[in-house]
């Protein structure tokens, strides 16, 4: 409420931050390769942040090739202009590298609210309805495949589970959360209390929330082509 100072958090230093990386990246008993971890050091460069050391080390999980880390490494992603969130371009580079199935899973989860705890089901759900997911499988179990996929992929979080230990919700870091944001900006509306003002012509999904009322109301609208 403003009656202590603010206090800022130092970011991690580069040896932290390589310690965060290199764990997914190489896992608990696999013997580091020389030239990776010499292009992996290079590749830590996120502003001290952990959430990007992670996700670039779970991007390179299971890539073993020089050419695959040298690719991330060489990135011009890495260029954006200093105003551009130090962070992004780690995780833009984690949602370019996913095959296109989780890409769309993942971007369809901007109709939530920020800080919003996700129905694990209900999302599923969504997933069917819009066609995201089909297989000859159990759609569910492939709908709860993606899930998983992307919490390994951190871009999922704090899971809750019931007593059978089988998980129930999850939710999306804020960073995270901008980032599906940002990939749907310009085919996706999502707004408060009908509070719309501005429409794009390529949007084609709207999400309305209404807080007082906890509804929510996923409509689909027609492509102005």
Known sequence: MGTMPCHELSKLSHNDCWELFKHPAFGPNEEEQPELVAIGKEIVKCGGVPLAAITVGDLLRLKREEREWLYVKE?????????????????????????????????????????????????????MANGFISSNEDVEDVGDGVRRELYWRSFFQDLDSDEFDKVTSFKMHDLIHGL??????????????????????????????????????????????
Do not use: G
């Open 180 to 225: 599906a944001q940002f990939v749907v900006e310009e085919v996706c509306c999502i707004t408060i209390n009908n509070d719309v003002t501005s429409m794009f012509e390529r949007i084609h999904r709207l999400a309305q929330f209404n807080p007082v009322a906890a509804n929510e109301i996923f409509e689909d609208l027609s492509i102005a082509n």
């Open 75 to 127: 990135s011009n992603l890495w260029s954006l202009p200093p105003s551009e969130n130090s962070i992004m371009p780690a995780l833009r580079l984690s949602y370019l590298n996913l095959p296109m199935k989780l890409k769309q899973c993942f971007a369809y989860c901007a109709i939530f609210p920020k800080d919003d705890r996700i129905e694990k089901e209900h999302l599923i759900e969504l997933w």
